[in-house]
């Protein structure tokens, strides 16, 4: 059974750094790609950044040049570095891995950011 999970949210003030780290209970070289998404209260769910099982990396340019994923493999663990925090950047932060034809989640990690 594949399990991610998110931590690393929490509250900050804008102009505000976080890290957030998706941890897999497996080795992360079976994924394809893994994400970060967020969601926002009301608004769909969208993409921030991937990063491929060869260590490829894209950012949205909303976050681009605020945002930076990187990966451990040693560790099983995918990050997102967050700095230059905005209040627009308020969500729940959702960490995705496809592996194959399936595709998994975690269960979130709340991100809060105060003007």
């Known amino acids: 059974q594949v399990q991610l999970v998110e931590s690393g949210g929490g509250l900050v003030q804008a102009g505000g750094s976080l890290r957030l780290s998706c941890a897999a209970s497996?080795?992360?070289?079976?994924?394809?790609?893994m994400g970060w998404y967020r969601q926002a209260p009301g608004k769909p769910r969208e993409l921030v950044a991937t990063?491929?099982?060869?260590?490829?990396?894209n950012v949205v340019a909303s976050v681009k040049g605020r945002f930076t994923i990187s990966r451990d493999n040693a560790e099983n663990t995918v990050y997102l570095q967050m700095n230059s925090l905005k209040p627009e950047d308020t969500a729940v932060y959702y960490c995705?891995?496809?592996?194959?034809?399936?595709?998994?989640w975690g269960p979130g990690t709340q991100v809060t950011v105060s003007s």
């Open positions: 995705k891995g496809v592996r194959a034809a399936s595709s998994y």
């Open positions: 497996g080795s992360i070289f079976s994924f394809n790609f």
């Open positions: 990063i491929t099982n060869t260590g490829s990396t």
